[in-house]
């Protein structure tokens, strides 16, 4: 793994300023905050800081204000939930540099914990402006990065204040990257990625990178209907890019050449309608799906197999569902395949890992996202990863 510093090498942090960069992005409704599992995953990091008598300041951004101040998009409206999974207090401070950030800063003691304003009120954040990110480390001793979801981002607080101190991964950081390395860095072979979703064109780069690096490519989801079409099978009123055959072809292709097997459903669950439990619902050969149907699913034999290649398998990284899983029973194969996975990481045989926003949200509906090695809900990040790229925050940790 890319060495980076952690909070393991960070010394003695008594009575320094730590500006701790976290994902607060909490989403919110009617004025209350629906979810807290961003703010829990950088709890750990918070408290250890705090606890060893640093001075914490945590930076984040929220929504969109596009380098203004927008009232319904401070920072100060998530200080009561972050306050309550920390159990502790946190002073909110109103700027992230000048001397009204400064004086809030000089009243803090040992172990106290700050919450400054929303990152990207400023311009200088999403331009990653070396003289913003200079006023906001002028405050500040150390950095630690604990924001994975927003390393794909190279903005002052996310990137540019890695340059400017002596910089750390934090726990949530050192975690996700441990799995992610162990996923697709180092992997135990044989390694197998599943890929489903939508579409192929939102994933054609993560398909590229991984056909060389896996030994199994299990192809699921509306995409899969591309992979189809491009080999010839009739896939009828199917969510399909016919525009992308040749792309699916060279994946295809690249496959062979580097000994990845690609995994297509050979039978699948097909609908003259898309709804919950249309009557016209029936398993179908691929090679038979009939001009007015849908493919929504993989089929149950091909499930089966499926579940068998992980078996051969000690590493699985996973990304996209097989099926319209908001839809019952269009979530079969995805909960089928998800549950052997889980039991063969509960059994010790298998290292898996996930991640994709419906795919985290498939995964709880399946039962099993705390049965993974490794769920991550980076998103955007887990994605860029996925395909292969440095992630700007990431880099910027390296000594
Ligand atoms: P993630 O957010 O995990 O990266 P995607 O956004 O790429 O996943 O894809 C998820 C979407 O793909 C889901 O909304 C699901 O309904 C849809 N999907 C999966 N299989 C099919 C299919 N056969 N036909 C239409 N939509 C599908
Ligand atoms: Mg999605």
């Known amino acids: 793994m890319a060495s980076f510093r952690t909070l393991d090498d960070i010394g003695d942090v008594r009575g320094k300023v730590a500006l701790v960069r976290v994902d607060l992005n909490l989403p919110m409704q009617d004025g209350a905050v629906t979810d807290l599992t961003r703010a829990r995953a950088v709890a750990p990091t918070i408290l250890e800081l705090a606890d060893a008598g640093a001075k914490v300041l945590l930076l984040a951004h929220f929504g969109r204000p596009k380098g203004e101040r927008h009232s319904q998009m401070s920072l100060s409206l998530v200080q009561g939930a972050v306050e309550n999974v920390l159990g502790r207090e946190v002073m909110f401070i109103p700027e992230v540099a000048g001397p009204v950030a400064a004086q809030a800063i000089g009243i803090l003691r040992a172990g106290d914990i700050g919450l400054m304003e929303n990152t990207r009120f400023w311009p200088g954040e999403e331009k990653n402006d070396p003289e913003f990110a200079r006023a906001i480390a002028a405050n500040a001793d150390l950095y630690v990065n604990d924001a994975f979801s927003a390393a794909h981002r190279a903005h002052a607080t996310t990137e540019g204040l890695a340059h400017l101190l002596p910089s750390y991964a934090g726990r949530s950081m050192e975690a996700e990257l441990r799995a ?220």
């Open 180 to 399: 992610l390395d162990q996923a697709l860095g180092n992997p135990q072979k044989p390694v197998a990625a599943v890929v489903g979703g939508a579409k192929v064109s939102t994933k054609l780069a993560v398909l590229e990178h991984l056909v060389a690096r896996v030994d199994h490519l299990i192809i699921g989801g509306g995409m899969a209907n591309t992979f189809l079409a491009a080999r010839g099978v009739d896939v009828g009123k199917s969510l399909c890019e016919h525009d992308l055959a040749a792309e699916a072809e060279a994946i295809m292709d690249r496959a062979d050449s580097a000994g990845c097997t690609v995994h297509l459903p050979y039978d699948v669950v097909v609908a003259k309608e898309f709804a919950a439990n249309p009557p016209s619902i029936r398993i179908s050969n691929v090679h038979e799906v009939a001009a007015d149907e849908m493919i929504l699913d993989v089929g149950p034999q091909a499930v089966e197999a499926l579940g068998d290649v992980l078996k051969t398998c000690r590493t699985l990284v996973w990304n996209g569902p097989l099926g319209a899983f908001e839809t019952p029973p269009f979530d079969a194969a995805t909960v089928a395949l998800a549950k052997v996975a889980a039991a063969l990481t509960k059994e010790g045989s298998l290292v898996s890992v996930a991640g994709g926003g419906d795919t985290v949200a498939a995964l709880n509906h399946a039962g099993v996202a705390a049965d993974f090695t490794y769920v991550s809900t980076a998103g955007g990040a887990f994605l860029e990863w996925m395909e292969g790229r440095e992630l700007p925050g990431v880099a910027a940790l390296r000594p």
